[in-house]
């Protein structure tokens, strides 16, 4: 009994440390739900999602600990949101066409941000 419930508890600690805290979710809301996948963190200063008079920033701090940022936002019909990434000595930009219901990936580095798949449920 003892050998059991040491297993069991050994599989949950190992469980709890395999789930990978990579996402970092921003924005409230969820008819646009946009997922950036950081490929490269070297050099990267903050990374900035802009839609719809909201701001929503993930810093270097952030950085260290996520791999993904997920930002959610209220988009009923047609619209656009933009992606800054900031390094010391640059910045770059990227800027989608989006409606309710899409989902786009992208990847990015401090030099290029590319779409992965943009698309609707």
């Known amino acids: 009994m003892l050998k059991q419930l040491f297993l069991i508890l050994t599989i949950s600690i190992l ?13 409230k809301g969820d008819d646009v739900i946009v997922n ?3 490929l ?6 903050k990374i900035e999602f802009q ?8 810093n270097s701090d952030d950085l260290e600990n996520h791999k ?3 930002f959610g936002f209220e988009n009923k019909g047609e619209g ?3 992606v800054f990434v900031y390094s010391s000595n640059d910045t ?23 779409v992965k798949e943009h698309i609707g449920y």
């Not at 469980?15 to 924005?27: H, Q, V």
């Open 36 to 38: 950036l996948e950081v």
């Open 51 to 58: 839609a719809n008079g909201n701001i929503e920033v993930m």
């Open 15 to 27: 469980a709890g440390c395999s789930s990978d805290n990579r996402t970092l979710e921003l924005g």
């Open 40 to 45: 490269d963190k070297t050099g990267i200063t």
């Open 68 to 70: 993904i940022v997920s």
């Open 80 to 82: 656009t949101f933009k």
């Open 92 to 114: 770059i930009s990227s800027e989608h066409y989006v409606e309710g219901g899409y989902r786009p990936e992208l990847t990015g580095t401090k030099k290029k941000i590319e």
